[in-house]
């Protein structure tokens, strides 16, 4: 530990969102927790003993936000490789391309993120040919904005002997399933550990200066590389920075406790993505003859949970389509029956993105403790009635996904995420997506999806005294220049009446579309500042 950590710092003449004073202006923290917070005039009381005296100049101090679902070195390559998800067009992409690997003629792979074909013209991905000719011929592993398919290089398809005959190849068309991951694979091990690093630095420092002071990682055997995911626990371990919580997607759950991972969960993939048409239903797509793949039965699911409870592990799968939501369900229960159901709600299993869900599936999330590890930021990009779920839907079943409001009414706590790269680390827009989800129905109010990307990511970890700004927790915290705070709820009728500070509740910022989000001035991770905005 730091000599920091250890120094006693009064924070005052600002906004502090705290339960336990819903007028607190001023926060002291002591050894890496809050010790008090409270108002002004108290607050001299405390000035000549502490070793620091922040003045706030008006900002607002909230508890530092929990990214609950992030893949850290994907990230990181994003924010320092190729990020496609600006592209256009086709051709916008090619251009990137091409410049990219001009940039880098000394990276043995060139890996980049982002394209979506649905968002182009041509609605078309690139060829494999038209890769070769863009890269010189080089390894580029590509993926798409799920990150549940890839466009490759000849040369990187080399380097998979066997990748042809795997499940998930079509020659001509992006990879999925096995075949993808094996490509996956390949090219991670291609990285060097200095590119990695420097991407896992890049995404830690990305995230602290967003006001995040925790993230889940969720890495697994198809996913990253157990090199990849010990070196970002011992990276967090060695380097301020947020916090790292680590999950393994592995059926393997003493090998998940062996690399440090806090369960056998995360995306242990009980399906694909709607987008790669690989999401588990029900009912065939609207746009495809198919019904996606499903990756695990309800037998496996209820094999793993009784493993990992037994284990004292999280257990937890990535399930978006409603066959696919109803099998793990399936599996909780079963494993409830041959555990009792009070070890099951205990372990605080997690279910991550749980997008297809149906009033009774709802019912049994809330009567099995799972957490919805959910990315509100899916409904903002692929929602509505033109967006992609609809597409692949239809409108009728797309009005049904992501039912924030419905979830909450049953009691399932929510942990909120990004799933970066899919979507970008963005906490307040997040909150926003969920505040102003593109179906009605499914919205809730700001407060609620506040504390689900605080206390919910905290919570979702079993962790119940951190995320809130109460004496005794954990000192992560952020600091944001912002506008006026309203207590804003999706109906106007409630907020209009519920930004009279004579209702007692913590105001938040107004996250209204089209103003403009909280700014991050300073993010602190157990007392110890992580971030600070330059120029500040």
């Known amino acids: 530990m730091s000599a920091y950590e250890h120094r006693t710092v009064l924070l005052r003449g600002g906004e502090v969102h705290s339960p336990a004073d819903p007028f607190a202006t001023a926060m002291v923290v002591e050894r890496g927790h809050v010790a008090w917070v409270g108002s002004e005039g108290a607050a001299d009381a405390f000035a000549s003993g502490v070793d620091e005296v922040v003045d706030l100049d008006g900002a607002l101090v909230t508890p530092a936000f929990v990214d609950a679902h992030v893949h850290t070195t994907a990230t990181g390559l994003a924010l320092t490789g190729l990020d496609l998800s600006g592209a256009a067009s086709l051709a916008e992409a090619a251009d990137a391309i091409r410049a990219h690997a001009a940039a880098r003629p000394a990276d043995r792979i060139l890996i980049g993120h982002g394209w979506d074909a649905a968002r182009w013209p041509e609605r078309r991905p690139l060829t494999r040919a038209e890769l070769d000719g863009l890269t010189g011929g080089r390894p580029l592993y590509l993926t798409r904005i799920d990150v549940h398919s890839a466009v490759v290089t000849t040369a990187l398809l080399d380097l998979v002997p066997g990748v042809r005959a795997l499940t998930g190849f079509h020659d001509g068309q992006p990879l999925t399933g096995d075949a993808h991951h094996a490509v996956r694979a390949a090219a991670y091990a291609a990285l060097s550990p200095r590119q990695r690093t420097e991407a896992q630095r890049a995404a830690r420092q990305h995230a602290a200066s967003l006001g995040i002071g925790t993230l889940h990682e969720c890495g697994g055997p198809e996913i990253s590389s157990e090199d990849d995911f010990t070196g970002l626990l011992d990276l967090a371990r060695s380097e301020p920075g947020p916090r790292i919580v680590g999950y393994w997607a592995d059926l393997d759950v003493e090998r998940a406790r062996a690399l440090g991972a806090l369960g056998a969960a995360g995306d242990l993939f009980a399906d694909g993505s709607l987008g790669s048409h690989t999401a588990c239903l029900h009912e065939p797509y609207a746009d495809d003859s198919g019904a996606g793949v499903a990756h695990l039965d309800a037998a496996a699911v209820a094999a793993h949970v009784v493993a990992c409870t037994e284990a004292g592990l999280q257990a937890g799968f990535h399930a978006i389509g409603d066959a696919a ?101 963005d906490p307040w827009g997040t909150v926003r997506a969920a505040a102003f989800h593109r179906t009605p129905e499914h919205r809730i109010s700001v407060r609620a999806a506040f504390t689900a990307h605080t206390r919910g990511g905290w919570r979702a970890v079993g962790r119940d005294d951190a995320g809130t700004l109460v004496p005794g927790a954990p000192a992560d915290y952020a600091i944001w220049r912002t506008g006026e705070l309203v207590v804003q709820a999706p109906d106007d009728r409630v907020a209009r009446w519920s930004t009279d500070p004579r209702s007692g509740t913590p105001g938040l910022p107004d996250l209204s579309p089209g103003g403009e989000l909280p700014v991050c001035l300073r993010t602190v991770v157990f007392g110890q500042t992580v971030f600070v905005r330059p120029n500040e």
């Open 325 to 425: 939501v109803d099998a793990v369900v399936e599996g909780v229960r079963t494993a409830s029956e041959k555990l009792g159901l009070a070890r099951i709600r205990a372990a605080r299993h997690r279910v991550e993105h749980a997008e297809m869900l149906s009033p009774e599936s709802i019912a049994a999330f809330a009567e099995l403790g799972l957490t919805a590890s959910v990315q509100p930021a899916f409904d903002a990009y692929w929602g509505g009635e033109d967006g992609m779920y609809a597409d692949r839907l239809g409108a009728e079943r797309a009005r049904t996904l992501n039912p924030y409001a419905a979830l909450l009414r049953a009691g399932v706590p929510l942990a909120f995420g990004s799933d970066s790269p899919v979507t970008p680390l």
